[in-house]
C-alpha cells in the first residue's frame, strides 16, 4: 500500500499543475497564438473541431428526423444505422490503425498497402452484412421486418460497405497528418446528412428514409476521398481493387491486435441500443438513442487528442512523451468545461427533439457526461499503446472496461430504467481508468 501512496500524490499534484497550464493558455493571448502553431495541437484542434461540428451536425439530423417522423420510426431507424455500423466495425479488422503506423514508412509501396486495405475490408463488409441479415432471428429478432423488404436489404448491404471504407480513406489522411481535409469531409458529410433526411420525409414516412439519408451521405464523401482528396496527399495513388499478400503479412499480429482493441473500444455504443430495443421497445429506445448520441458526443474530444497523438508519434516517435502529457492537459482543459455546460442544459437540450425525449433521457444525458472523462484517460492510453505496438495492452484495457460498462449497464437498466445504462457504462469506464491514470503518472516519472 506503502509504494502507492507517492504514485497517488503525484497524480493529484499533476491534475492541479495541468488545470493551471490550461488557465495559462486560455487567459494568454500570446501563449493561444504559440499552441495553435505547434504541430501536435493544430491537427489535434482540426480533428476535433471537425468531429464535434460533425456530431453537432448529427444531433440536427436527429433533431429532424425527431420532428418528422414517429417515435417507433426513429427507434427502428437509430437501430438499423447502429447495425450497419457495428458491422462495418467487425468489417474494418484494425487495418486503419495499421495505415496510420505504416504508411509513413511505407515508400514506394504506399498505394498497394493503400488498395490492399480498401479490397480486403470491402469484400469482408459485403460477406459479414448477408451474415448478419441471414440470422437476424439470432441476434436481433426486432429486425426481422427488414430481412423481408428487398430495399432494406440492400441498404444494410451497399452503406456498411461505404461505412466501412469512408472512415479507412480517413485514416489514410491521419496518416499523412491532412487533418484539415479530414475537417473538411466530416463537415461534407453532416451537412449534407441533414439536407437528405429533409428531402426524404416527402417521400416516405418509413426508416428507410433515415437510413439512406446517413448511408449516402458517407457515400458520397466516400467518393469524393478516394478520387478526389487520396491521390492530391498520396503521390501516384489511383484506387484499384488488389490484393498483396505480403503487406498483409507484415500488418498481420498488428492489426489483428487493433481490430479487437478498436471492437472492444467502441463495440458498447453500438450493442446497446440493440439490447435496448429487444429488451424494451423500438420506443423505449428512441428515448435512449438521442440522449446517448448527444452524450458520445463528447467521446470525439478525448478520440481526437488520442488520435494526434498516434498519429504524430507514427512519423515522429520521439514526440511521444512529450505529446503525451499534452494530451492529458488538453483532455482535462476541453473536458471539464463542456461537462459542466452540458449537465446545465441537457434538459433543455433534448427539448428540441420534443417533451417526451426530454422527460425520459435528461438524467441518463448528465449521467453519460460525466462518463467522457474515465473513457478519455483510457482512449489516451489507447494512443499509446498503438505506437509502441503493446497489443497486450491494446485489448486488456478496453476488454475489462468495455466488459463492465456492458455487463453493468444490463443489469442496472432491468433495475432502474434507462439511467441505469449511465450509471453502469460510468462505473465499467471509472473502474479501468483510476489504475490506467496512475500508471500513466508513474511512467510520467521514471
Same mark, same amino acid.
Request: with cysteine; proline share 4%; glycine share 6%.
Given at each position: 500500500?506503502?509504494?502507492?501512496?507517492?504514485?497517488?500524490?503525484?497524480?493529484?499534484?499533476?491534475?492541479?499543475?495541468?488545470?493551471?497550464?490550461?488557465?495559462?493558455?486560455?487567459?494568454?493571448?500570446?501563449?493561444?497564438?504559440?499552441?495553435?502553431?505547434?504541430?501536435?495541437?493544430?491537427?489535434?484542434?482540426?480533428?476535433?473541431?471537425?468531429?464535434?461540428?460533425?456530431?453537432?451536425?448529427?444531433?440536427?439530423?436527429?433533431?429532424?428526423?425527431?420532428?418528422?417522423?414517429?417515435?417507433?420510426?426513429?427507434?427502428?431507424?437509430?437501430?438499423?444505422?447502429?447495425?450497419?455500423?457495428?458491422?462495418?466495425?467487425?468489417?474494418?479488422?484494425?487495418?486503419?490503425?495499421?495505415?496510420?503506423?505504416?504508411?509513413?514508412?511505407?515508400? &514506394?509501396?504506399?498505394?498497394?498497402?493503400?488498395?490492399?486495405?480498401?479490397?480486403?475490408?470491402?469484400?469482408?463488409?459485403?460477406?459479414?452484412?448477408?451474415?448478419?441479415?441471414?440470422?437476424?432471428?439470432?441476434?436481433?429478432?426486432?429486425?426481422?421486418?427488414?430481412?423481408?423488404?428487398?430495399?432494406? +436489404?440492400?441498404?444494410?448491404?451497399?452503406?456498411? +460497405?461505404?461505412?466501412?471504407?469512408?472512415?479507412?480513406?480517413?485514416?489514410?489522411?491521419?496518416? #499523412?497528418?491532412?487533418?484539415?481535409?479530414?475537417?473538411?469531409?466530416?463537415?461534407?458529410?453532416?451537412?449534407?446528412?441533414?439536407?437528405?433526411?429533409?428531402?426524404?420525409?416527402?417521400?416516405?414516412?418509413?426508416?428507410?428514409?433515415?437510413?439512406?439519408?446517413?448511408?449516402?451521405?458517407?457515400?458520397?464523401?466516400?467518393?469524393?476521398?478516394?478520387?478526389?482528396?487520396?491521390?492530391?496527399?498520396?503521390? /501516384?495513388?489511383?484506387?484499384?481493387? *488488389?490484393? &498483396?499478400?505480403?503487406?498483409? #503479412?507484415?500488418?498481420?499480429?498488428?492489426?489483428?491486435?487493433?481490430?479487437?482493441? &478498436?471492437?472492444?473500444?467502441?463495440?458498447?455504443?453500438?450493442?446497446?441500443?440493440?439490447?435496448?430495443?429487444?429488451?424494451?421497445?423500438?420506443?423505449?429506445?428512441?428515448?435512449?438513442?438521442?440522449?446517448?448520441?448527444?452524450?458520445?458526443?463528447?467521446?470525439?474530444?478525448?478520440?481526437?487528442?488520442?488520435? *494526434?497523438?498516434?498519429?504524430?508519434?507514427?512519423?515522429?516517435?520521439?514526440?511521444?512523451?512529450?505529446?503525451?502529457?499534452?494530451?492529458? &492537459?488538453? @483532455?482535462?482543459?476541453?473536458?471539464?468545461?463542456?461537462?459542466?455546460?452540458?449537465?446545465?442544459?441537457?434538459?433543455?437540450?433534448?427539448?428540441? +427533439?420534443?417533451?417526451?425525449?426530454?422527460?425520459?433521457?435528461? @438524467?441518463?444525458?448528465?449521467?453519460?457526461?460525466?462518463?467522457?472523462?474515465?473513457?478519455?484517460?483510457?482512449?489516451?492510453?489507447?494512443?499509446?499503446?498503438?505506437?509502441?505496438?503493446?497489443? #497486450?495492452?491494446?485489448?486488456?484495457?478496453?476488454?475489462?472496461?468495455?466488459?463492465?460498462?456492458?455487463?453493468?449497464?444490463?443489469? @442496472?437498466?432491468?433495475?432502474?430504467?434507462?439511467?441505469?445504462? /449511465?450509471?453502469?457504462?460510468?462505473?465499467?469506464?471509472?473502474?479501468?481508468?483510476?489504475?490506467?491514470?496512475?500508471?500513466?503518472?508513474? *511512467?510520467?516519472?521514471?
Amino acid at each position: 500500500m506503502k509504494p502507492m501512496i507517492p504514485i497517488i500524490l503525484e497524480t493529484v499534484i499533476f491534475i492541479r499543475n495541468t488545470l493551471k497550464d490550461a488557465i495559462r493558455i486560455i487567459t494568454f493571448k500570446e501563449k493561444m497564438r504559440l499552441v495553435w502553431l505547434t504541430p501536435f495541437y493544430q491537427n489535434t484542434y482540426y480533428l476535433m473541431s471537425g468531429n464535434i461540428i460533425n456530431s453537432a451536425l448529427g444531433c440536427i439530423f436527429w433533431i429532424i428526423a425527431a420532428k418528422l417522423y414517429a417515435a417507433e420510426v426513429v427507434g427502428l431507424g437509430s437501430a438499423i444505422i447502429s447495425a450497419f455500423r457495428l458491422l462495418a466495425l467487425f468489417a474494418e479488422l484494425g487495418l486503419g490503425i495499421s495505415l496510420v503506423r505504416y504508411l509513413p514508412a511505407a515508400g &514506394k509501396n504506399g498505394n498497394i498497402m493503400i488498395n490492399t486495405c480498401f479490397t480486403l475490408s470491402g469484400l469482408i463488409s459485403v460477406i459479414i452484412s448477408l451474415i448478419f441479415l441471414c440470422g437476424l432471428n439470432l441476434w436481433s429478432p426486432a429486425l426481422l421486418p427488414v430481412r423481408q423488404d428487398p430495399l432494406y +436489404f440492400a441498404a444494410i448491404i451497399f452503406f456498411t +460497405f461505404s461505412i466501412v471504407l469512408q472512415p479507412l480513406a480517413l485514416t489514410v489522411l491521419l496518416a #499523412k497528418l491532412q487533418t484539415r481535409i479530414i475537417f473538411i469531409i466530416n463537415i461534407i458529410a453532416g451537412i449534407l446528412g441533414i439536407v437528405l433526411v429533409g428531402i426524404f420525409s416527402i417521400f416516405t414516412d418509413e426508416a428507410l428514409g433515415l437510413v439512406s439519408a446517413m448511408g449516402l451521405a458517407i457515400t458520397f464523401t466516400l467518393v469524393l476521398c478516394v478520387l478526389w482528396f487520396l491521390p492530391r496527399v498520396q503521390n /501516384g495513388y489511383h484506387p484499384i481493387p *488488389s490484393i &498483396k499478400l505480403e503487406i498483409l #503479412k507484415e500488418m498481420a499480429s498488428y492489426s489483428a491486435g487493433n481490430f479487437v482493441s &478498436k471492437d472492444l473500444i467502441l463495440m458498447a455504443n453500438f450493442i446497446l441500443p440493440l439490447i435496448v430495443v429487444n429488451t424494451l421497445s423500438s420506443e423505449m429506445n428512441a428515448y435512449f438513442y438521442i440522449p446517448w448520441s448527444v452524450g458520445i458526443v463528447l467521446q470525439f474530444i478525448p478520440a481526437a487528442i488520442s488520435n *494526434s497523438l498516434f498519429a504524430e508519434a507514427s512519423n515522429e516517435e520521439i514526440t511521444l512523451h512529450v505529446n503525451t502529457q499534452k494530451s492529458l &492537459k488538453l @483532455l482535462l482543459l476541453f473536458i471539464l468545461p463542456m461537462l459542466l455546460i452540458i449537465v446545465a442544459i441537457s434538459s433543455f437540450l433534448l427539448l428540441l +427533439f420534443g417533451q417526451e425525449y426530454s422527460e425520459n433521457g435528461t @438524467l441518463l444525458l448528465r449521467v453519460l457526461a460525466f462518463s467522457i472523462i474515465p473513457w478519455g484517460i483510457n482512449y489516451i492510453y489507447i494512443g499509446i499503446a498503438r505506437v509502441k505496438k503493446n497489443i #497486450k495492452g491494446l485489448i486488456l484495457i478496453p476488454a475489462v472496461a468495455s466488459s463492465l460498462s456492458l455487463g453493468l449497464s444490463y443489469i @442496472l437498466m432491468v433495475q432502474i430504467g434507462l439511467v441505469g445504462i /449511465g450509471l453502469g457504462y460510468l462505473a465499467g469506464q471509472s473502474a479501468v481508468a483510476i489504475p490506467v491514470l496512475l500508471n500513466l503518472c508513474r *511512467s510520467r516519472n521514471s
